[in-house]
């Protein structure tokens, strides 16, 4: 069992957040795979050891703040856009991690975290099991999903957040499904999405996906 020092960045914030979900130590440790001391330790604040394990922080806080000039500059750059311009006051990073700092707030970051590290040791034939889905609207104009616009909450109707726009655009919803064996065919939805239509999707698109891509197989949907 590990000891606190042995504790990665990943399992220390998995611990703070099982904790707050209201788990034991033990259910804690069991988790994990670590000692139920090095929990208690960890949660005491008493953590001490090795410097700390992780993947290093690619911005600075100042590099953070040159971001958020960026934005409140133009809200409605896009992604990429904001990159070079980052790029040019000399932080080199990604378009993730532009998304992530921008779009991501601290709730969000440690529930992604999370899924991912309870998932981190699934095997490619786990994965290869998996049926997505996913639906877009695509418009005729303003893009695929209207003006864009970065923002945050309470900043909906301020001046430089607002856009005029076509109030009945174009457009046509899009459902599918997609897997590590393949595509299944689209289904172009017409009117709303309720729950006795997405059953009517599932029936006649998802369960034909499913047996084209898998035949007889098991997965999950």
Not at 108 to 131: D, G, I, N
Not at 175 to 183: L, Y
């Amino acid at each position: 069992m590990g000891k606190t020092a042995d504790l990665t960045a990943v399992q220390k914030a998995i611990i703070d957040t099982l904790k707050r979900e209201g788990k034991t130590q033990k259910e804690i440790s069991e988790r994990i795979g670590c000692s139920q001391s090095a929990v208690s330790r960890h949660l005491s604040g008493k953590s001490v050891g090795r410097k700390k394990c992780g993947k290093n922080r690619c911005t600075t806080r100042r590099g953070d703040r040159t971001l958020r000039k960026i934005v409140e500059k133009d809200r409605f750059q896009t992604l990429g856009d904001l990159r070079k311009q980052w790029t040019e006051s000399e932080v080199e990073t990604s378009r993730a991690t532009v998304h992530r700092r921008v779009l991501l707030n601290q709730k969000q970051r440690q529930k992604r975290l999370t899924w991912a590290t309870e998932k981190q040791h699934w095997t490619v034939a786990q994965w290869s099991k998996l049926l997505f889905s996913d639906e877009s609207k695509f418009c005729m104009s303003f893009g695929n999903q209207g003006a864009r616009v970065w923002r945050k909450t309470g900043e909906k109707e301020m001046p430089k957040c607002l856009k005029s726009s076509v109030k009945y655009p174009q457009s046509v919803m899009v459902w599918g499904a997609m897997s590590a064996a393949g595509v299944g065919p689209l289904c172009f939805i017409k009117g709303r999405v309720n729950a006795a239509s997405y059953q009517e999707i599932l029936e006649h698109f998802m369960l034909p996906s499913a047996e084209k891509l898998y035949g007889d197989e098991d997965f999950v949907f």
